[in-house]
């Protein structure tokens, strides 16, 4: 332990019946809420972007192969299914899993309740852990078993706008590939709930087959497969493996890839995502607020220390401790001060968030944020971070008044005190 430090222990422990003792708890407060702010904004920003990339990528995996008019006007047309193809894509560097799968909009109707509702079909290859863990009444539908059902998973929010629960029948009316009407019955075999209204309404999941029926029944087309990357891959680089695989069959003879695209997360949602890039623009702006109200608190209470301990200046510089010597006591006792703060604006930080994260108090309108729950996520190392880089930017800005230290006089201090 340095003179220094111990020094400034001892003065932070007489300093609690000083005279500037006010000064200090108002910069422990400040800090604290300083802190617990940026801690907040944070988790809002990392829970945003990880709930909403999550359920994007469960509804639509990271990387689909598909007719590239989709980037356009949102649908393509149907391309046949090819298992060779299927298998490139299953070898291309970065690619976890891969499936194919149909798209059909339609109306579902029970009784007099009629509702839009878009149903999608995937097979037995189809990673449905994600489906599982949304999964709150009845079970998953029977998907790419030897024998096909009619099992069908919906929303509870479809569920509740059509009046069904788990075993009810409820009708589709379609239009097949040649602009014809088409009618089905399905059974709901499960409801899930992902808090994410806008996909929530309209999507519905059963087995490929049933899709393919409706679309197109004697062809036996798909949209297009569905590409998951592996723990740690980039999507664009999937995307890109994935072009060279589209680009290889075409070359090859395999005519059914010859409009196909390998479109990503990013390509088909970009209005999301440049709305989630708004996000983080803000949290910056709150962090850069926050932490110049912090650093301009410890500023102030930093000169009430050092003008406090004129006479305390003086004796050291009277007995021969340099300038800098000084300003060390003074700079470890603004970083004791600091951290005590930022220990209370941790602890009340990571409580909001907790409570948000088990109870659900705070609300938001489906409409305008696409989820009905504030989503909060805490990672340890931007914590770290956090906390690390404001004791460092704080303890940097705060040799500044500590300068002042220079400009104290042993003798004029010390004539003072006689």
């Given at each position: ?105 339609g109306m579902a109707k029970n ?285 940097a800005v705060m040799t500044l ?18």
């Amino acid at each position: 332990m340095s003179f220094e430090y111990m020094l400034a222990e001892r003065t932070a422990r007489s300093g609690r019946a000083s005279r500037a003792r006010i000064m200090m708890r108002i910069a422990t407060v400040s800090t604290a809420l300083g802190i617990a702010v940026m801690i907040v904004t944070l988790a809002v920003v990392s829970g945003f972007r990880h709930r909403i990339y999550g359920d994007l990528r469960g509804f639509g995996s990271d990387v689909r192969v598909c007719d590239v008019r989709v980037l356009r006007s949102g649908s393509g047309e149907p391309m046949p299914l090819s298992d060779s193809f299927l298998e490139q894509l299953r070898r291309c560097e970065g690619v976890a899993a891969a499936w194919p799968y149909a798209e059909a909009a339609g109306m579902a109707k029970n009784g007099e309740q009629v509702a839009g509702l878009g149903i999608k079909g995937v097979d037995g290859a189809c990673d449905l852990e994600w489906w599982r863990s949304r999964l709150v009444a009845g079970e998953m539908p029977s998907i790419g078993g030897d024998e096909r059902t009619k099992d069908l998973l919906i929303s509870r929010a479809t569920a509740s706008a059509l009046r069904l629960g788990v075993g009810d029948k409820v009708e589709m009316l379609f239009m097949d590939g040649e602009g014809r009407p088409r009618r089905d019955r399905f059974v709901v075999s499960g409801l899930y709930d992902t808090g994410f209204e806008e996909l929530d309404r309209t999507t519905a999941l059963t087995d490929l087959r049933n899709v393919q029926r409706i679309a197109s029944p004697d062809n036996g087309l798909i949209s297009g497969y569905e590409i998951m990357a592996a723990r740690g891959a980039d999507a664009a680089d999937v995307a890109a493996e994935a072009e060279q695989a589209i680009e290889a069959a075409f070359y090859a003879g395999d005519e059914s890839v010859g409009s196909a695209a390998a479109v990503t997360l990013r390509e088909r949602y970009p209005v999301v995502f440049d709305w989630l890039k708004t996000h983080d623009v803000n949290a910056r702006v709150i962090l850069a607020v926050m932490m110049a109200v912090v650093l301009f608190n410890m500023a102030s209470a930093m000169l009430i220390m050092v003008l406090d301990r004129t006479g305390m200046i003086g004796v050291l510089k009277a007995m021969g401790m340099r300038n800098g010597a000084v300003r060390r006591v003074f700079l470890y006792r603004a970083a004791m001060l600091f951290v005590r703060g930022a220990a209370w604006g941790n602890a009340v930080g990571l409580a909001i968030v907790g409570l948000q994260a088990w109870l659900h108090p705070v609300r938001l309108d489906p409409e305008g944020y696409m989820l009905s729950v504030l989503p909060v996520r805490v990672e340890a190392w931007w914590v770290v971070a956090l906390n690390v880089g404001a004791v460092a930017v704080t303890v940097a800005v705060m040799t500044l008044p500590s300068m002042i230290v220079a400009r104290i006089s042993p003798e004029q201090t010390l004539k003072y005190r006689q």
